[in-house]
């Protein structure tokens, strides 16, 4: 599995764009890059994912670098609902299991 | 609207104690997947199953066993609690890669969680 290194912590101010960047480096050729979310007392909420290309859905964006080698997840308007523990996750399609590391704390501030 | 439903939200149960941790999907889903989180540690793998009667051991499966009787319903046992087993412990679910609309991928449902204390 490739690891992601993402930064602790981030602060967003409320009606902003939220881009918390992913690292993953010795990310191989058929690892997919999930995103997922946990706000506080809940299950993990899945966000997104994509292998080569850019992703929209109505949540969020996902844009992955050209070498693959990194990736950023966009909130294009945050909302403090938007608050919550955010995980970037590379691993092979070809397995169930995802192994979430320590994620990227959200603050969206008003 | 689709689940992955935890049998109980709260528990607190005495050391040596048998413990039973329920989880019920309602999406057809084949996999199904046991984490424990804890503060500084993340989500931890404990076992996860492919199938009905099958299982594999995650990360962490030491104290723990499973039981996969129906596609649906996936429990998690512990033979006789710790107070190291005091935990959030959260069921997930997913079809597997090639099924559903997450293509080759492979996304995850999650329960809302089970705070289980072991006094």
């Known amino acids: 599995d490739a690891k992601t290194t993402q930064p602790p912590s981030m602060d967003c101010a409320e009606g902003r764009a939220a881009n918390l960047p992913c690292n993953h480096s010795t990310i191989s050729g058929n690892e997919y890059v999930y995103w997922y979310r946990q706000i506080h007392s809940q299950g993990p909420q899945y966000i997104i994912h994509?292998?080569?290309n850019n992703e929209t859905n109505e949540m969020a964006s996902l844009i992955i670098t050209e070498d693959r080698k990194s990736s950023t997840l966009i909130l294009p308007h945050a909302t403090l609902r938007d608050t919550a523990v955010y995980y970037c996750i590379a691993r092979s399609g070809n397995t169930g299991k995802l192994i979430f590391g320590q994620g990227t704390t959200l603050q969206v501030k008003p | 609207d689709v689940k992955v439903t935890q049998s109980s939200r709260y528990l607190v149960k005495r050391t040596g104690e048998k413990v039973f941790l329920e989880c019920v999907q309602d999406?057809?889903?084949?996999?199904m997947f046991w984490y424990r989180q804890d503060p500084g540690l993340g989500l931890r793998l404990i076992y996860f199953?492919?199938?009905?009667?099958?299982?594999e051991k995650g990360d962490i499966p030491e104290g723990y066993s499973v039981s996969r009787e129906k596609k649906e319903r996936f429990s998690l046992i512990l033979e006789s609690a710790s107070t190291n087993q005091t935990s959030m412990y959260l069921c997930?679910?997913?079809?597997?890669?090639?099924?559903?609309?997450?293509?080759?991928?492979?996304?995850?449902?999650f329960g809302a969680g089970s705070r289980l204390t072991v006094l």
């Open positions: 999406m057809d889903h084949e996999n």
């Open positions: 199953s492919y199938d009905v009667k099958m299982k």
């Open positions: 994509g292998l080569k």
């Open positions: 997930a679910s997913s079809f597997p890669p090639g099924r559903g609309r997450s293509s080759g991928a492979n996304v995850l449902t």
